[in-house]
């Protein structure tokens, strides 16, 4: 089971796009420095990609100066499409821009693609890349003072809180424990029926006369009494601290 | 704790203003937003003037989970992103992995039919959960009632073959966690012939009445253009007359052998919506019914070679290579070679979209959901402005969001 | 038991009256926050039914609902906001959190979810599962209606 503090092994630098050749899932795959991202968007909308799939970001450490990649997928469909048959299979394009981490700042889309909207928002919110010209970049997923940026590979899983979170003192009252009357299902209650049921007071631990004897006694010696018989034995309870369990 | 929305930061002009302007915030706690969303609208008397919906209420992490676990467990915190359809997640992630893996073309038969058979009751159940809450919304309560009976018969089936309700985990990588058991065709059976009457029942109910046809025609019209502008895809833009469905776009999982149709109207309006959705589950049924035929051939339910998936568990006390294989996987999994893929599948809200990147490891350096939810969302923004308040709760059902997938 | 002691059997019967009643109609607030919110419409659906249990409104006003039934995963915007709500409901209150995420974070151990809604506010019945079934939620609505007649916190004659 992997251990949710600890960052995962061979954290390398990577560079997806000359990678794997094999799979086909878009036709095109480019990839544009910052600087010439406008550009690049514009004419692929002129070419009738007309949808924006999606935009997301990654995280490469290892691979300053260009640390984050943004990642553009776009959809080549026509409105006028009506019937399956016009509408194919439609070209998908994916677009990659690597920003640094010393200014993170890449132009925004929104302007060719309302939708653009959230999606960069949310890239600013979980990377810290900022999109000159959107016209609302607040934080969108945490609240709107949260500290850091999530999804970077040097925010910890656990956040802030580097420990369990400790639970209030409420937490650990519950109405039944507060002090109600028993109702006969608590696991207490349980085993005294079942006690009583079996026609001994043994059973329990403080009850019956092989736990006064031991309550006298110094801790760990429930077998070591001597006069225990047989069935007393199998009564008593298992004391864990003992070390001289004869028994 | 307020969270003041300065004056500038809306994305979408308002057309005029005057001074019986009030700021109301729907949510994000309400009856009828469909999950947590909170939604900053200016009205005028009754009608918008501006809607801005805010999200992230339901930010749950998930993929940065999902990067610190393995690529087989990763699935189960991807799966409570759409939760309505969870095993659609399952299968678009796990379609992404085997790319990677190089193993896409191994998938047994069988594993895909049932892959396609419960992605398609997924559809169906989601779409039931739509309709009810839908229907609640206003005021339409026996649909409720019929809606989830239907649901409940096929959270049946999920019980029976992955072990849960909501969240079973049952498709793997490679196939699927065990075969069908004994017992499972014959509900399935029974859950085929419940159907039509059912439906049937709730049409009647619903499709002509109308009160239903009164608040949902010519409400939250969305254009063509700005369907494609607003990167809507699934019902909600098949109702504007764009006929992409990515399973008839991409086929995956044998997709291209079954016989359906992709119900498409034209008025882009909550009603077109509505009927849209109403007979996408007709058409998911009947992928179930073809399905159904194919199933009753046994075989194997997941790739043969054990790298990937765990060896029956019967030959482990005799094989040691079934062993260590076993025991590779359960302790550090397989690694995936390195590289990066975009795998869309068409979830009941529409295309639903993983970027994985691999580096090499037997985590996954990156999961990027593609959120159909998060985008038809969006575009409450423009076509809230100038209906009612009330009308906002009509809009907001049509377009189907899951807040899990939507904030993640 | 004596008409003597006079003032205490009028006022224990009508304590036992009103535990009886409260007990019988505990009306849920709706914090249905994620996939365990699923299974809570389910259980007001015919199968499972929570009406018969006297929950025959889920009241979307915290004012108007005796039972906060936290249903999913509290995100740290949601935090605030589910303590706001618990408090605006009147006394007597009681909470249950459903699911594992609601009772400890679940399966979601890191920076976006609390970890454990009993870190905001009391909690008086925990659910298991993810999500747990209908049934769960229903066993814990019974257990709700024992420690209401039981006299939990939040009695007619309420104690701190």
Not at chain 2, 70 to 92: G, H, K
Not at chain 2, 186 to 215: S, T
Not at chain 2, 231 to 245: E, H, K, N, Q, V
């Amino acid at each position: 089971m992997p251990s949710s503090q600890t960052p995962p092994a061979g954290a390398t630098a990577l560079d997806p796009t000359a990678v794997r050749p094999d799979i086909a899932d878009v036709v095109r795959i480019i990839r544009v420095v910052p600087a010439a991202l406008r550009a690049t968007l514009e004419e692929l909308k002129g070419e009738g990609f007309s949808m924006l799939l999606d935009v997301g970001g990654a995280d490469y450490p290892g691979r300053e100066p260009a640390r984050f990649d943004v990642v553009y997928h776009l959809l080549r469909i026509e409105r006028t499409a009506t019937t399956l048959a016009q509408v194919g299979a439609p070209d998908r394009v994916r677009v990659l821009c690597a920003v640094g981490e010393s200014d993170p700042v890449l132009p925004t889309v929104t302007d060719l693609w309302p939708s653009a909207d959230w999606a960069e928002r949310e890239v600013y919110d979980l990377f810290g890349v900022r999109f000159d010209g959107h016209p609302d970049l607040r934080r969108i997923q945490m609240p709107d003072d949260w500290q850091g940026y999530p999804l970077r590979k040097d925010y910890p899983l656990r956040g802030p809180a580097l420990e369990r979170t400790p639970r209030p003192s409420f937490a650990l009252k519950s109405n039944v424990a507060a002090g109600t009357p028993a109702s006969g299902k608590t696991a207490a209650a349980l085993q005294r029926q079942i006690a009583q049921a079996r026609g001994n007071n043994s059973f329990m631990p403080g009850s019956g006369p092989a736990a006064a004897a031991q309550s006298g006694s110094q801790p760990g010696g429930t077998v070591s009494g001597g006069a225990a018989t047989p069935g007393q034995l199998a009564q008593q309870p298992v004391n864990l601290k003992t070390e001289d369990n004869k028994s | 704790m307020t969270t003041a929305i300065p004056e500038s930061s809306y994305s979408v002009d308002v057309v005029e203003r005057s001074a019986n302007r009030m700021v109301l915030s729907m949510g994000p706690q309400h009856p009828s937003t469909h999950g947590v969303l909170q939604i900053i609208t200016e009205i005028e008397g009754e009608i918008v003037t501006k809607a801005s919906p805010e999200i992230g209420y339901l930010h749950t992490g998930i993929e940065k989970s999902a990067e610190n676990l393995f690529w087989s467990q990763a699935s189960t915190v991807i799966e409570r992103m759409d939760y309505l359809s969870p095993l659609t997640n399952a299968l678009c992630y796990y379609l992404a992995v085997e790319k990677l893996l190089g193993i896409d073309a191994q998938i047994p038969p069988r594993a895909q039919q049932v892959r396609v058979l419960l992605c398609e009751l997924s559809r169906i159940a989601s779409h039931c959960v739509w309709l009810g809450t839908g229907g609640i919304d206003l005021g339409a309560l026996t649909g409720f009632f019929y809606c989830f009976d239907l649901r409940e018969r096929i959270l049946d089936l999920f019980e029976a073959s992955g072990g849960a309700r909501m969240h079973p985990n049952y498709i793997r990588v490679g196939g699927l966690g065990r075969d069908l058991p004994s017992g499972f065709l014959e509900k399935l059976d029974g859950v085929i012939a419940m159907y039509e009457p059912r439906m049937r029942d709730v049409r009647r109910l619903l499709q002509k009445n109308p009160i239903l046809q009164d608040r949902m025609i010519d409400v939250g019209i969305i254009s063509a253009d700005d369907a494609l502008a607003w990167s809507l895809t699934g019902p909600t833009l098949r109702a504007t007359g764009i006929p992409y469905d990515v399973r008839r776009a991409f086929p995956y999982s044998g997709y291209e052998e079954y016989e359906f149709d992709v119900p498409t109207r034209t008025e882009g309006d909550a009603y077109a919506r509505f009927l849209v959705r109403l007979d996408e589950m007709d058409e998911a049924m009947r992928i179930v019914r073809q399905v159904r035929k194919k199933l009753d051939t046994p075989g194997a339910w997941q790739i043969a070679d054990t790298k990937f998936a765990p060896p029956p568990k019967e030959t482990i006390a005799l094989s040691m290579e079934a062993l260590i294989h076993h025991f590779k996987l359960v302790s550090e999994s397989f690694r995936v070679p390195p590289g990066d893929v975009y795998q869309p599948v068409e979830g009941p809200r529409g295309e639903l979209g993983y970027y994985v990147v691999s580096n090499g490891d037997n985590r996954p350096w990156r999961v990027r959901t593609r959120p159909p939810s998060m985008y038809n969302l969006q575009v409450l923004k423009k076509i809230a402005i100038g209906e009612l308040i009330a009308d906002m709760v009509v809009m907001i059902g049509s377009l189907d969001p899951v807040f899990g997938e939507v904030d993640r | 038991m004596a008409l003597g002691s006079g003032g205490d059997f009028l006022l224990t019967t009508v304590d036992a009256v009103a535990r009886w009643a409260q007990s019988s109609s505990v009306w849920p607030l709706t914090m249905g926050l994620a996939c365990c919110a699923i299974e809570m419409m389910t259980a007001t659906a015919p199968e499972y039914d929570i009406a018969r249990l006297g929950s025959e409104v889920f009241r979307a006003s915290p004012r108007q609902a005796d039972l906060m039934i936290v249903s999913g995963r509290v995100a740290q915007k949601m935090g605030p906001i589910v303590k706001r709500l618990y408090d605006q409901m009147a006394d007597p209150k009681w909470v249950i959190s459903m699911g594992a995420c609601a009772s400890s974070g679940g399966v979601f151990d890191n920076y976006a979810i609390v970890q454990g809604v009993d870190t905001i506010i009391p909690v008086d019945v925990y659910v298991p599962g993810c999500p747990p079934t209908p049934d769960g939620l229903l066993y814990a609505v019974n257990l709700i209606q024992q420690q209401i007649k039981q006299g939990g916190r939040g009695g007619i004659l309420a104690r701190a």
